[in-house]
């Protein structure tokens, strides 16, 4: 369903309380909070700029880190006003609270084209229990609503849902911002029907986070490649040894029913044919999680059985060169998920192949390339590719939870077009 955009709203003048997501990652330097990636502030812009120009009077709810329910200092949102301002070139107003007479008093004042961010949202428990009362007194301040925050969609909490559907009741317009229509866009109607050949590449931890997403595809895609620790599920489900490699035995049915549906259904269902292991020796030092460290030796290459000896951490060269290859034939791709523990440079061969890939087919092959969030995004920055996919969703949880075909609560808050 398509909903409403930022873009069909008549702002001017009106109080619109837009949901960003501003959950920076930030560190304390000589006791300051400094922000290390401004990403999430960046891509929030165009909405903002668009609503300046057409003399909305904005108020910028978000939430940063994990407060729980108290006025944590580290987790204020004054260091991002003050950094908004900077990319804006133009004042940001802070509110120290996200509700109460003094917001409402400041909120009233704004004149057309003002920005006000309110303080973190999660400074009140309320906001993540969804509160009725707490999300009354947010919406004290919104004409209209417009959430661009697709990362925080999959939760219904007071600011990304309750609020919305109040507005709404009150005859408010509530909209999608810009970022989150492409977002909706590419993992959605992108998706859809996409033109072909479509190539899935699934890779990560665990087959029982994705077994959904595969569900899904499997009806859409006409090639599905699966990378990263997922696949020793596959394998243990044959009959092949894994070794000490991160492995769901419980899962080895969910595994084989997925290749069964594939065959059904007429879909290329790869698995790879070789894995690049090491052999970890105990240390007996503790991390900081007081969990051993281990050393990771002996890195090779190894096809079929994993020897007991041995952990899997990333696809071997000849699966990546056979990926690749398909990839590079794709028209529409969807990437979730690493092939392979891509932090560590010896694993990260593999992984960086298959960005390649993605690029080539995107610069190429004129294919749609889509990178489904999370840790496939990190991969592609790190094979400093970025600038040659076609899109990159800024959600993790909420990017997985919207390919599995799930309606978020952020999302189904907004008015249908
Ligand atoms: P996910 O969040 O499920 O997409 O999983 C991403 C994480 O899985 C990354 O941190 C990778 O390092 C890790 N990962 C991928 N493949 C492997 C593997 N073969 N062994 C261990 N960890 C892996």
Not at 378 to 394: C, P, R
């Amino acid at each position: 369903m398509v909903k409403l955009s930022v873009k069909d709203l008549s702002v001017r003048g009106k109080r619109v309380f837009m949901r960003v997501d501003f959950n920076v990652p930030m560190e304390e330097r000589d006791g300051q909070m400094v922000i290390n990636d401004d990403t999430r502030i960046r891509e929030t812009l165009p909405t903002l700029e668009l609503l300046i120009e057409r003399g909305a009077k904005i108020i910028l709810a978000a939430h940063l880190g994990r407060p729980k329910g108290k006025r944590e200092p580290s987790m204020s949102l004054r260091p991002v006003a003050i950094k908004l301002a900077d990319m804006l070139g133009r004042p940001v107003a802070f509110a120290d609270d996200c509700i109460g007479e003094k917001v409402e008093k400041t909120a009233g004042a704004l004149k057309d084209g003002d920005v006000l961010i309110l303080e973190n949202v999660r400074y009140y428990n309320e906001e993540e229990a969804n509160e009725p009362i707490f999300a009354e007194k947010l919406a004290k301040v919104a004409e209209l609503y417009v959430n661009d925050a697709f990362g925080a969609a999959h939760r219904a909490h007071a600011s990304t849902e309750g609020v919305a559907r109040i507005v709404a009741k009150r005859g408010g317009q509530c909209a999608a911002g810009l970022l989150m229509e492409r977002e909706l866009k590419f993992l959605g109607d992108e998706l859809e029907n996409p033109s072909r050949p479509f190539v899935v590449i699934l890779g990560g931890a665990k087959v029982s986070d994705k077994i959904k997403v595969i569900d899904r595809l499997l009806e859409k895609a006409d090639t599905i490649l699966i990378g990263g620790a997922m696949a020793y599920t596959f394998k243990l489900a044959h009959g092949v040894k894994v070794g000490k490699s991160l492995v769901e035995p419980d899962h080895k049915q969910t595994a084989l029913d997925a290749e069964a549906k594939a065959k059904k259904l007429g879909v290329n269902f790869q698995l790879p044919t070789d894995t690049v292991v090491a052999t970890p020796v105990d240390t007996g030092k503790l991390n900081k999680k007081g969990k051993p460290v281990y050393d990771l030796t002996n890195v090779r290459t190894v096809k079929g059985d994993i020897p007991d000896d041995a952990e899997g951490f990333s696809i071997g060269e000849e699966t990546a060169k056979r990926y690749a290859e398909i990839i590079r034939g794709a028209k529409t791709i969807l990437w979730n998920g690493p092939m392979g523990m891509f932090e560590d440079a010896r694993f990260a061969g593999a992984t960086n192949s298959v960005a390649q890939a993605v690029a080539d087919a995107t610069q190429k092959n004129g294919a749609k390339s889509i990178i489904g969030g999370g840790d496939s995004v990190k991969a592609i920055h790190m094979a400093k590719l970025g600038d040659k996919v076609t899109f990159m969703s800024t959600g993790g949880g909420a990017s997985l939870e919207f390919l599995e075909g799930k309606e978020l609560p952020g999302v189904a808050a907004l008015r249908d077009k």
